[in-house]
């Protein structure tokens, strides 16, 4: 398995197997990388190495989700409601009532189900799309 176009390339289609396995690679670098950043905050006092270090998994899982969406014959673009909107819901409800707080709640929780399902357990389209050809075909 070639990491760097997996991680990094928005171009073509990421069947499930590759999928779980290139976010299985990211999560395992991010902590690294956390963990490093942590012992870094905590023997300089720089903490905001560890709040760079958040960075990481957007940079990664943006071309792993657009690439798998792709694989549904979808365009990248839905990353922004999967990815974005959930994190403006929490920054939404973190300046409001506690009423509203828990609708943003209760939507982004919804939102994240919803891309949990769509990129991470239905079937990519059979046979080549608008995006590629069918990367389980042999």
Same mark, same amino acid.
């Given at each position: 398995?070639?990491?760097?176009?997996?991680?990094?390339?928005?171009?073509?289609?990421?069947?499930?197997?590759?999928?779980?396995?290139?976010?299985?690679?990211?999560?395992?670098?991010?902590?690294?990388?956390?963990?490093?950043?942590?012992?870094?905050? =905590?023997?300089?006092? #720089?903490?905001?190495?560890?709040?760079?270090?958040?960075? !990481?998994?957007? $940079?990664? &899982? *943006?071309? /792993?989700?657009?690439?798998?969406?792709?694989?549904?014959?979808?365009?990248?673009?839905?990353?922004?409601?999967?990815?974005?909107?959930?994190?403006? =819901?929490?920054?939404? #409800?973190?300046?409001?009532?506690?009423?509203?707080?828990? !609708?943003?709640? $209760?939507? &982004? *929780?919804? /939102?994240?189900?919803?891309?949990?399902?769509?990129?991470?357990?239905?079937?990519?389209?059979?046979?080549?799309?608008?995006?590629?050809?069918?990367?389980?075909?042999?």
């Amino acid at each position: 398995m070639d990491l760097i176009p997996i991680l990094f390339s928005i171009t073509g289609r990421l069947d499930r197997g590759r999928f779980w396995r290139a976010v299985l690679v990211s999560i395992c670098a991010w902590i690294l990388i956390f963990l490093v950043a942590a012992g870094i905050a =905590f023997i300089f006092g #720089a903490q905001r190495a560890v709040l760079n270090a958040g960075i !990481l998994p957007l $940079l990664v &899982s *943006t071309p /792993i989700g657009i690439r798998r969406l792709h694989d549904r014959d979808k365009s990248g673009r839905w990353l922004v409601v999967f990815y974005g909107l959930p994190l403006l =819901f929490g920054y939404i #409800a973190d300046t409001t009532d506690i009423g509203v707080e828990f !609708l943003l709640s $209760l939507a &982004s *929780t919804a /939102i994240a189900i919803w891309g949990f399902i769509e990129l991470g357990c239905l079937r990519g389209t059979e046979g080549p799309n608008r995006f590629g050809p069918d990367p389980l075909a042999s």
